[in-house]
């Protein structure tokens, strides 16, 4: 419990608890990450009008800029305010109604808080599963399509929980084929590794700042297919105290949610500007800018550069003697899941690394805990010189707990690794 | 509908759509306000990793930052990641399960929010009513409470759609009586009228920064008493991917919805640091910043800056022969509503100030759409000198628009008002 302090003006110290002063650390962990210096610029920016014709021009632009991001040329491509996590609930709260019948693509964590969202939707949910460490092939999720005849299928790109990315080509076909919507939770990967929502088909698509666009959690882009908003759209409402006559309820069932009522936020985000909540400026503004920076540089050379980062550090793990987690066909490129080698303590590692070195890297959740560490390079942190800092750092920690770790091998390894290009898809 | 962009390595254009570089525009509209440098530069501070003890450390300092800020010593003030309106949602949907009886104190626009938030969670809803411009007296809550029975009474403190403030004293007595729960809606008064959690004794009050906190929209304080958060947490229900042995599951109906589930964020800002969302660090920064802003100038002087400037504006509208909207007892200090005079064109109006003055004011909702301006001055810009020079402004563009207005009485007026003190209540 933090310390209580008095009601009393005697709380108007100058000094009270200082200046925000964070230390300067390396976030080498799943994320969040350390942000793009230009999106923390840009964030002190200062604020608009929620309807000044600047602030829409800003929120168009963004719009414009996280098209190319998810692969799309969706028109409905926006912000919802609040974590990934808002993004994800809002997206399936507005395509599932109560009873609606859902199937989740599970292979981790993050596939159980889709189920466990649903849940509290009432959503009559079916998982097709993987075993943490595996994917699902297109085989399985058309048999349990075909089996359960879902309104909606569920899944996660990259699931950060077991450093996992599911292939989604041929998904939309299969839903397409059935009649389902589907919905695609790309927190983990988006402006890492490359989302083709339109090259999958799939509808609604969902990320965060946090990991590889570099930016502060706060802010969800998302995608909606026409397909999509028109069923979205058939569940508009709009709130008694801002009717107005250009814009007519639909016939569905009413969202659950006002605040992730995705018809009243696309209303927001059209030329109606139907007041809904206050757009959240400053993380719009950041929302700009990661990816302004991400399109700058290029998406290929920003997801090779990803794909260059993960093959360097299982390049150099591997070389310390360490083994990597995971099917290597399938791993996400911005994160590598390390085995915690018998006899070592996880987070005595962990604490040094940080302690000593200012570098944090992950542990992890449910069967994985205590068993794997997860060292994330994304963003602003998928570069050469933070992943041989962070092996270096790991191999002297290592060798601290009393781990025999030939001397260089890492750094040496995951130089050496940098540099192949590697066919993609080849998962090295 | 925005330019479409082609998908294409063609976008990776080195100047794509220029940098952030908003107008320097005055804010004084209902809000959101220009907010104060140091919050914006706070927010540029580099990131954390969300378990680091650092960050942790910065989440109990908020905490400890916001109980003078609500009036109250409860343990459980934290920030919900999202807007106000999120903050709403949270308490709301974390207080109350399907069925439930609420009754809601409507007296305006965030009245009717309340309902249709609570009409979704399917709460049994009862209102009781007072037209726009004035508030409820305690004996019309009071018989209201009584003959419905609620098991939770949800009201608005300020609402800027009417520009009221309702008293609140007295309040939390009247649940008591009747076994029920209470929720403030406190969005736009936090930071610049007395918010007083523990004297009201009520249950849970929200708040946002981007109105008297003087920050950006986009993280919503929360305060929580410890009777709210049994009957929160008898609604846990912990996600199936982050199960431990430490925390059991309550026995009471899940909250439906999962990002806003104040069992699970409490769990995450207690020691238990259960894994939710991903804190969104920025925002937290500046959630930490307006209130040390706020605390240093010291509450008492903060809530009398703003009195001041309500006070100014009002006496500077009338003695440009305006008049002021609503109940003078109860109008709140940060935004002043202007009846638009006969004849002319309150757009056009707004349009000018803008475009020739880059200022900001507020149009309105509902019933009195085209009726009033919502002219405010709170957090950074309730100043002398703003409001001074919005009225001058005002009384340009209204002669321009053909309105006779006495030459610098606005500017006259709100000065002498400025120094005026006033008795607290007194409304003037």
Known sequence: MPPELPHSPALSHPTFFGEIDPPQRLLMGPGP???????LRAMSADLLGQ??????GYMNEVMALYRPVFGTRNHWTFLVDGTARAGIEAALVSLVAPGDRVLVLNFGRFGLLLSEILGRIGATIE??????????????????????????VAAVHGDTSTTMAQPLDGLGALCRAAGALSYVD?????????????????????????????????????????RAADAIFARRHVERGIVRDDIDDGYGPRILSNYFDLAMVMDYWSDKRLNH???????LYAARECARVALQEGLPARFARHAAAGRAMSAGVRALGLEVFGDDRYR???????????????????RRMREDFEIEIGSAFGPLQGKIWRIGAMGYNAMKHKVLITLAALEAVLRAEGLACPSGAGVDAALAAWGQDVAPGSGA
Chains 1, 2 share one sequence.
């Open 33 to 39: 990450v350390n942000a793009h210096p230009r999106v």
């Open 186 to 226: 790309a927190t983990a990967t988006i402006g890492g590794m490359e989302l083709a929502a339109d090259r999958w088909d799939v509808d609604v698509v969902t990320g965060g700042l946090q990991k590889c666009m570099g930016g502060p959690s706060g802010s969800a882009p998302v995608t909606v297919s026409e």
């Open 277 to 283: 909540h206050t757009e959240a400026t400053s993380m």
């Open 51 to 56: 309807f000044d014709p600047e602030m829409t």
């Open 332 to 350: 996400m490129t911005n994160v590598t899941g390390v085995l915690i080698p018998a006899g070592i303590d996880g987070e005595r590692v962990r």
């Open 127 to 152: 998982t097709v599963d993987a075993p943490w460490g595996e994917v699902l092939t297109l085989d399985q999720i058309a048999t349990a399509i075909e089996r359960f005849g879902p309104k909606v």
